[in-house]
Every structure is written in C-alpha cells, then in structure tokens.
C-alpha cells in the first residue's frame, strides 16, 4: 500500500514556474513508476510525465520542453518541475503510482493516487 500527498501548487502568472512535490509512505518507494496526470474543469484525465526507478522518463507532448520529472527515491519524493507555464496548465494535478507496468500513459495503470494539487495559471 502506497500513500501519496501533494503539495506545491498554487496561482502563478503565465511565463512562471512552480515545482510539485509528491511525498509516498512505504518502505519500496524505489520500486514503483511515478506519475503525474492533470485534470482541467470538464475535462478527462490528462497525462502529464512519468519517471521509473531508474530515472527514464516519459513526457506527454502539451508539456514537452516545459515540464521536467524527477524522482529522489532517498526521500520517497517525485516532483513536477514546471516551467513557462501557459493558462491552458490550469488544472487539479495529482501525483500517481503502480509496481505493475513500467511507463506508461494510461490511467488504468496506476494503482494509487494523491488527493491532487490545484494549480492556476492567470493570463
């Protein structure tokens, strides 16, 4: 079992960064891929990057160039460094994890999930 907690969003202008945390509970962090999906009002679930314990990544395309994942899997932590933001970022964020599949985009995937983190992009 796996427990996710978020943090690190919030309201920032367009052209600026913020870096999400995501802090995991258990003794094999290391162990699992990390994920971060988005979700924007009435919209579907959106896939954002995913790191697996090695450090290879994953980036969707709306954010590639931007956005950066990391993991320090010492700390337990994966973060969401997000740079030159666009209002079209405005989304909850959250942070997801699975020991089942490697990297991979598909929600299904993922067996645990943070609470999510807003983030708001003013133009």
């Known amino acids: 079992q796996v427990q996710l907690v978020e943090s690190g969003g919030g309201l920032v202008q367009a052209g600026g960064s913020l870096r999400l945390s995501c802090a995991a509970s258990?003794?094999?962090?290391?162990?699992?891929?990390m994920a971060w999906f988005r979700q924007a009002p009435g919209k579907e679930h959106e896939f954002v990057a995913a790191?697996?314990?090695?450090?290879?990544?994953t980036i969707a395309d709306s954010v590639k160039g931007r956005f950066t994942i990391s993991r320090d899997n010492a700390k337990n932590t994966v973060y969401l460094q997000m740079n030159n933001l666009k209002p079209e970022d405005t989304a909850v964020y959250y942070c997801a994890a699975n020991r089942r599949v490697g990297l991979s985009i598909l929600r299904a995937s993922y067996d645990y999930w943070g609470q999510g983190t807003q983030v708001t992009v003013s133009s």
């Open positions: 790191i697996v314990w090695s450090g290879a990544t």
């Open positions: 258990g003794r094999t962090f290391s162990s699992y891929t």
